[in-house]
Each structure stands twice: as C-alpha cells, then as structure tokens.
T-cell receptor, first 113, second 115 residues
Framework: GNSVTQMEGPVTLSEEAFLTINCTYT??????LFWYVQYPGEGLQLLLK?????DKGSNKDFEATYRKETTSFHLEKGSVQVSDSAVYFC????????????FGGGTRVLVKP | EAGVAQSPRYKIIEKRQSVAFWCNPI?????LYWYQQILGQGPKLLIQ????????DSQLPKDRFSAERLKGVDSTLKIQPAKLEDSAVYLC?????????????FGPGTRLTVT
C-alpha cells in the first residue's frame, strides 16, 4: 500500500537558518505530492503541491521538488522566521487509491529568535 | 468565505460511553472527509462522502464508528462504545470534488480524550 515517511522532529532552528525536512514515499501508482502545515491552534493548511515528476511546488518561500527516481519530496526554505514554527506534514494522493490523502507522521519545527 | 466548522472542540468521556462530532463543510463543497489523528501521527482517513453517498469507508471501524451526511451538507461522526485507543483529534475536511485537483480544506478538529 501507499506510505509516507518523513524525518522525525522536533527540528529547532535559529531565525534565518536554512530548513530542510526530508520526505520519501511509496506508492503503487503515480501520486501527487503535498506539504501541509499546521500552525499552533489552527487546522491543517495546504502549503504546496506537485502533481508529476520534476515538478516544483512553491509557496511562501517554501519549495519542494517531486523526485521520482528517489521517491522523495523534500521541503526547503532558505531563511526561516519565527512565524514558520509549526508542524509540517508530507502527504500523497494516488488515483489508484481513490485520491485519498496518505500522510506522514509530521515534523515539528521550532524557530527561535 | 467561512471555513470548515467543527464542534465540540474538546470532549472527555469514559470508555464504553458514546460521543458524536459535528462538521459543517464549506458551502458548495460536495466532498467531505473525516480523519483520525492520533498524537504524534499523521491524519488517517476514516470516511469520505461525495454529497450524501459514501465513497470510501475502508478504514472506518464499523463495529463502533458510524458517520452520516444527511442532505449532503453537514455530517456527524459517532463512536459507540468508545475505547481508550480512540483518543485522538478528529478532523473534518471538505473539497469541491473528490479529485486531487481540488484542495482539501480542514477544520480545527475535535480533540477526544477517552479515560
């Protein structure tokens, strides 16, 4: 079946540091890939997505590239802010599995001033 | 535009009791999802509705969980009887349709504690 594995947190960074959160996946078909973010006290929000190999999703200076050869979708941001402190979830949607979302376990990121 | 509404936000019950959660999706969204998020894990889909019909309930523990979406708008998720392992956040999401092309919008969730 489908699965998503992402690095465990918490990840603690200083402001303006570079952020990388690793995500790898297993899927039976050709999935679309997503990053969701959950800020403290709020619901999950879509951060970015990519629907085919070599696509780059980007939003709010975050980006992730769909790498089919390594089955990865790592999230990166060049300079984090305190407001980026949140839990980040990698997810996939596979048409062969009815397009439902399969999530990774989440990575908590804490950015200190 | 109003987001996905859920109530209650928090619920504490004893094992073997019953509980119900309510979700009001974004107006016009045909597809509604219920997810279970156990602490430290990602959300897991329990059930997906398209209008008032069930599309996928393969991971719903049907011996104790039930869900309905009357009139294709609001939805309720019920647990009867609850077990300790049901302690989790229950998330409701909605989308215009069921394809991955349509973003899922999530509500704030209901945190259930079973003691």
């Amino acid at each position: 079946g489908n699965s998503v594995t992402q690095m465990e947190g918490p990840v603690t960074l200083s402001e303006e540091a570079f952020l990388t959160i690793n995500c790898t996946y297993t899927a039976t078909g050709y999935p679309s890939l997503f990053w969701y973010v959950q800020y403290p006290g709020e619901g999950l929000q879509l951060l970015l997505k990519a629907t085919k190999a070599d696509d780059k999703g980007s939003n709010k200076d975050f980006e992730a590239t769909y790498r089919k050869e390594t089955t990865s979708f790592h999230l990166e941001k060049g300079s984090v802010q305190v407001s980026d402190s949140a839990v980040y979830f990698c997810a996939l949607s596979d048409k062969a599995a009815g397009n439902k979302l399969t999530f990774g376990g989440g990575t908590r990121v804490l950015v200190k001033p | 535009e109003a987001g996905v509404a859920q109530s209650p936000r928090y619920k504490i019950i004893e094992k073997r009791q019953s509980v119900a959660f309510w979700c009001n999706p974004i107006s016009g969204h045909a597809t509604l999802y219920w997810y279970q998020q156990i602490l430290g894990q990602g959300p897991k889909l329990l059930i997906q509705f398209q209008n008032n019909g069930v599309v996928d309930d393969s991971q719903l523990p049907k011996d104790r969980f039930s869900a309905e979406r009357l009139k294709g708008v609001d939805s309720t998720l019920k647990i009867q009887p609850a077990k300790l392992e049901d302690s989790a956040v229950y998330l409701c999401a909605s989308s215009l349709a069921g394809s991955f092309n349509y973003e899922q919008y999530f509500g704030p969730g209901t945190r259930l504690t079973v003691t």
